[in-house]
Each structure stands twice: as C-alpha cells, then as structure tokens.
Nanobody, 116 residues
Framework: QVQLVESGGGLVQPGGSLRLLCAASGFTFSRYAMSWYRQAPGKERELVAAITNNGDSTNYADSVKGRFTISRDNAKNTAYLQMNSLKPEDTAVYYC?????????WGQGTQVTVSP
C-alpha cells in the first residue's frame, strides 16, 4: 500500500522556522522525484520546491528561494522541507508529491500557520 505521510506542520510566529517531513512507503522511493506543494484558502495549489530522485538537483518557487530548503534521505524513505524566515503568506496546507514518469502519489497534507 502506497503511503506518503506529511508531518511537522503547526503554528509559528513570523520569522520562525519549521521542518516538514514526508515519510514514504509502499514504493521504491529512490526512483521518484519528490516535491512540496502548498495550497492556501481560496487559492490554487502551487509548487514550492522539488528535488530529483538522487538529490542532485533542486528547484524552488521564487517566493521561497533563500528561505526554504528541500532535501531527502533515500535510506530513510523520507523527504524534508526546511522552512526558515516564515511569513504570514506562507500559511497553507503543505503536500508532498512523489513522481516517476507517469506514476505519482500525493500525501494528505499538513497545515502550516504563520501568525503572531
């Protein structure tokens, strides 16, 4: 059974940090590129960051460059999103996605709220 389980979300003050985790099971994690998306209320889901299957390349949305870092540990079947200098506009549900050619899986999401 394929599962992607996000964790690490919560309430944080502006300027704070959070580390999101995406734990994968049920498929060959090391074959899949991983990405983080987010969806704020009333807005479309948007790509935040992505990393290749072996971790040798990453890319970021302009809005998070220099503040967020995506990484992965294929030995632990886990992807991460380190979020620093958080802003209220980062508030959203964050989802991880695994993709390999035409096969892809989504997690259930974790809420991140940035508020004083």
């Amino acid at each position: 059974q394929v599962q992607l389980v996000e964790s690490g979300g919560g309430l944080v003050q502006p300027g704070g940090s959070l580390r999101l985790l995406c734990a994968a099971s049920g498929f060959t994690f090391s074959r899949y590129a991983m990405s983080w998306y987010r969806q704020a209320p009333g807005k479309e889901r948007e790509l935040v960051a992505a990393i290749t299957n072996n971790g040798d390349s990453t890319n970021y949305a302009d809005s998070v460059k220099g503040r967020f870092t995506i990484s992965r540990d294929n030995a632990k079947n886990t992807a991460y999103l380190q979020m620093n200098s958080l802003k209220p506009e980062d508030t959203a549900v964050y989802y991880c996605k695994a993709r390999h050619i035409t096969s892809y899986y989504w997690g259930q999401g974790t809420q991140v709220t940035v508020s004083p």
